[in-house]
């Protein structure tokens, strides 16, 4: 399958600190990547959708200002936590959609554990 | 109603057994279909995609969709300790941008 690379794998930070957290296809090009959240023994959230070259869209409740997404080119989309708090703490993955035919399967990055002090 | 449901078990089968996960959504434009595997830690990993009603095998694995009763299930046979992970069923429009998982299915297997 694709390859997806998500870094960093775990980040610690004091809180009032921004974190950013990268993510990007290897051998294929991503139009469309998404970002999940995941608290402890709960699904996947699905936080935005963000699109290369365009503004992300966002899920209800998802606050645009505190998350910041950035999606510039076909292979690297970022994700900015600004100003963590402690509830941020979370365990962010990342997606990229390959386009095969009419399929769109979805690959996972690795996941950014955050934890904020 | 959630939009995709799944028994949050946990679920036991004995090594060798076959295991059944089940899933259940509402929303009947549904129309891509997939299985992914997680590792307590870990990211989800793609196991299979369906998108036809019927079965897909992929080596132990089978995925069983029926679009009229909005159902899709995986089949493991020959579980191993190693398939012991959490299930995610995740359900998407066209082009997915609205996909959506289930809570997931703990599966531990037992040697």
């Known amino acids: 399958g694709a390859v997806v690379s998500q870094h960093p794998s775990w980040v610690i930070c004091k809180s009032g600190t921004s974190v950013k957290i990268e993510c990007r296809s290897l051998?294929?090009?991503?139009?469309?990547m998404f970002w999940y959240r995941q608290f402890p023994k709960q699904s996947l959230m699905l936080m935005a959708t963000?699109?290369?070259?365009?503004?992300?869209?966002?899920e209800q409740g998802v606050e645009k200002d505190k998350f910041l997404i950035n999606h510039a080119s076909l292979t690297l989309s970022t994700l900015t936590v600004t100003s963590a708090h402690p509830e941020d703490s979370s365990f962010y993955i990342c997606?990229?959609?390959?386009?095969?035919?009419?399929?769109?399967?979805?690959?996972f990055g690795a996941g950014t554990r955050l934890s904020v002090l | 109603q959630k939009e995709v449901e799944q028994n949050s078990g946990p679920l036991s089968v004995p090594e060798g057994a076959i295991a059944s996960l089940n899933c259940t959504y509402s929303?009947?434009?549904?129309?891509?279909f997939f299985w992914y595997r997680q590792y307590s830690g870990k990211s989800p990993e793609l196991i299979m995609s369906?998108?036809?009603?019927g079965d897909k095998e992929d080596g132990r694995f089978t995925a069983q969709l029926n679009k009229a009763s909005q159902y899709v299930s995986l089949l493991i046979r020959d579980s191993q300790p190693s398939d012991s992970a959490t299930y995610l069923c995740?359900?998407?429009?066209?082009?997915?941008?609205?996909?959506?998982f289930g809570a997931g299915t703990r599966l531990t297997v037992k040697p």
């Open positions: 997606s990229a959609r390959e386009k095969a035919g009419a399929k769109n399967i979805q690959y």
């Open positions: 051998d294929f090009q991503a139009t469309t």
């Open positions: 963000s699109n290369e070259g365009s503004k992300a869209t966002y």
């Open positions: 929303d009947r434009v549904s129309q891509s």
């Open positions: 369906i998108y036809s009603n």
């Open positions: 995740a359900v998407g429009r066209y082009n997915n941008n609205d996909m959506r």
